[in-house]
């Protein structure tokens, strides 16, 4: 469930929006200290095979990663076998992947040709932050 929750002259602009997942098998749910150090450290690791910290990329249907700092941001590095993309995830913010093919970095949205999603670092901007990284695989 995503609650925006915005007013603005005393007029309600916020919604509430649900989004079911079906035929989910398995989840991942953890806390991760990410550093300010250089690489950071990665928190979704997705390949065409499972293995220690490893999920199969076409069987992943969600993917939550949640700043839980009130104060300090988090840079996302999403990456592919060769586009990335980087989003800074400010304190209190979460950054939601439907599925892992998703990735390009053509200039035209007419040449749109999706690549799987292989690696999510975070890497802490000023101060260790912990996030949530919250995963869901059929």
Partial sequence: TLNEDIV???TQYGS?????IDNVRSVSRRIV????ATNGAQVYAGAAAASIGTHISTGVKYIRVTNLDDENSVILHIEGNSHYVQHELEAGRSY???KTLSL??????????????????????????????FIAEG
């Avoid at 509430?16 to 079911?20: A, E, G, H, N, P």
């Avoid at 200290?33 to 300010?36: C, D, E, I, K």
Wanted: overall charge negative; some cysteine.
């Fill in 16 to 20: 509430v929006q649900r989004c079911s």
């Fill in 8 to 10: 603005i002259n005393n």
């Fill in 96 to 98: 939601v992947l439907g």
């Fill in 104 to 133: 390009d970095n053509a200039n035209d949205i007419d040449n749109y040709s999706a690549e799987t999603i292989t690696k999510i670092d975070a890497k802490a901007i000023s101060n260790t932050v912990d996030v949530e990284v």
């Fill in 33 to 36: 200290s990410v550093p300010t």
